[in-house]
């Protein structure tokens, strides 16, 4: 969650991007064309994209972690994810996962405690026992759930879905 894209009226806030796992035709064309002509230069940039994750500082009132662009990026998130207690996910209604989606976290009292923009389709956060409302911006449209988080070290997961396509 990068805070330069969480200012509203940023273009980027505002378009989410959708990560296909059936990459079809063309893909197949483009990544052969990749590899015959530029394969260094192609594996040493898909290897920094899986890489990329971003976490909170330690200070940070609520700890966070989102990503998962990639299999490497995925599986850092799987090892950490036992040091956050609420598990969010971004997907279309097709399955693909999507990325670059702004959120924010409330209290029952409406004290906003969170906002920025998930850079993955994961994200983690730590919050404290009780009950919040976690918003998240697709397609246009701010969809809200409201959680519970208990003390008992049980995880919540919360799943977001385009309502477009």
């Not at 296909?20 to 063309?26: A, D, E, F, I, K």
């Not at 009132?61 to 989102?66: D, K």
Request: glycine share 10%; net charge positive.
């Amino acid at each position: 969650m990068r805070n330069p894209l969480s200012a509203p009226g940023h273009p980027a806030a505002r378009r989410p991007v959708r990560l296909s796992v059936r990459s079809g035709l063309p893909a197949l064309v483009v990544a052969l064309v990749v590899a015959l002509h530029g394969a260094p230069l192609w594996a040493q940039d898909g290897e920094a994209a899986e890489r990329i994750n971003a976490a909170s500082s330690p200070q940070a009132e609520v700890p966070w972690m989102s990503g998962g662009i990639g299999d490497e990026a995925r599986e850092e998130m799987r090892r950490s994810a036992s040091a956050y207690n609420v598990h969010v996910v971004f997907s279309a209604r097709n399955g693909d996962y999507l990325a670059n989606i702004p959120v924010t976290v409330t209290r029952r009292n409406g004290q906003k405690i969170h906002s920025g923009v998930s850079d993955g389709p994961l994200l983690y956060l730590k919050l404290p026992p009780g009950s919040y409302q976690i918003g998240a911006e697709i397609d246009g449209a701010w969809q809200n759930r409201r959680i519970d988080v208990v003390a008992s070290g049980r995880t919540t997961k919360v799943m977001f879905v385009s309502r477009g396509e």
